[in-house]
């Protein structure tokens, strides 16, 4: 149930003093708090799997990994150098990796 902040808080005796049509009222006007969903709304926001995306294009900058960076021969991400856990043989290991 959703709470007020900015309303002033009831003391004990407030509470007392509301009449039993009140307390009824609230109780069957708990049904009307739920939230209406337009079906239609939530499919077109669905992606799904598979989707023809070949008109899409994408505005992402891709910087070109730096001298002080490599990337892990397991996972394929680029990490900075502070992250090589082991250099064997040319395959260069991130510390993540190699845990």
Do not use: W
């Amino acid at each position: 149930m959703a709470t007020d902040y900015d309303s002033p808080r009831k003391t004990d005796d407030d509470l007392s003093e509301d009449s039993l049509q009140e307390l009824q009222a609230r109780r069957t006007d708990k049904s009307s708090g739920s939230i209406d969903i337009d079906e239609t709304d939530l499919a077109e926001s669905l992606e799904l799997p598979g989707a023809d995306l070949s008109n899409e294009e994408l505005s992402l900058r891709v910087i070109p990994r730096q001298a002080d960076e490599f990337t892990c021969s397991r996972c394929f991400l680029v990490h900075h150098r502070s992250q090589l856990a082991s250099d064997k043989g040319g395959q260069q290991i991130c510390r993540e990796c190699a845990a």
